[in-house]
Antibody, heavy 114, light 112 residues
């Protein structure tokens, strides 16, 4: 049984960066793809990007290109999503999920506020 | 980007009655490997989304057989044969063939 456990809630100032972690247990981390999806308050789901740990290759949604970096550390079975130049519109719950969405993390609330 | 359009955006259903949600994609979701990468998720209030259906019609482990998926190409449907109180939440379709993966707007299911 795969389990994805994310880091805790964050409060950030506009213009700063946030890095959210997603630690996997069960399964073989390097063999699957981790996606990051966000959900603004009261809104739908938005795909941000993904990484294939075994290849170290990441793909990003165009609208986040240049602001988001997704990485993975195979030694700790942990994926990371870093979002920079934060603005109030980035306030959202950020989820990691195995590609295909069969397993999801619990979500991490990131609040951007001055 | 592929646009995923769900209808209706909200449903109010009497327990025991069926429900149906449509999802249309702006491009075919049929991959050259013969699979169609269309997924259905349910997000219950205050929870992470969870997978109901993958590759159009395959039920994920533990999902009730009241849920079924169908469709091909660009037109897909999620059906609930008999709605129960535990089915409330927002249903999303997602395409997983083209990057970026994209979701439908979501369909909110309520119980009458």
């Amino acid at each position: 049984q795969v389990q994805l456990v994310q880091s805790g809630a964050e409060v950030k100032k506009p213009g700063s960066s946030v890095k959210v972690s997603c630690k996997a247990s069960g399964g073989t981390f390097s063999s699957y793809t981790i996606s990051w999806v966000r959900q603004a308050p009261g809104q739908g789901l938005e795909w941000m990007g993904r990484i294939i740990p075994i290849l170290g290759i990441a793909h990003y949604a165009q609208r986040f290109q240049g602001r988001v970096t997704i990485t993975a550390d195979e030694s700790t079975s942990t994926a990371y999503m870093e979002l920079s130049s934060l603005r109030s519109e980035d306030t959202a719950v950020y989820y990691c999920a195995r590609a295909g969405g069969d397993y999801w993390g619990q979500g991490t609330l990131v609040t951007v506020s001055s | 980007d592929i646009v995923m359009t769900q209808t209706p955006l909200s449903l109010s259903v009497t327990p025991g009655q069926p429900a149906s949600i449509s999802c249309k994609s702006s491009q075919s979701l049929l991959h050259s490997d013969g699979k169609t990468y269309l997924y259905w998720y349910l997000q219950k209030p205050g929870q992470s989304p969870h997978l109901l259906i993958y590759e159009v019609s395959s039920r994920f482990s533990g999902v009730s057989d009241r849920f079924s998926g169908s469709g091909s190409g660009t037109d897909f449907t999620l059906k609930i044969s008999r709605v129960e109180a535990e089915d409330v939440g927002v249903y999303y379709c997602m395409q997983g063939i083209h990057l970026p993966n994209t979701f439908g707007q979501g369909t909110k299911l309520e119980i009458k």
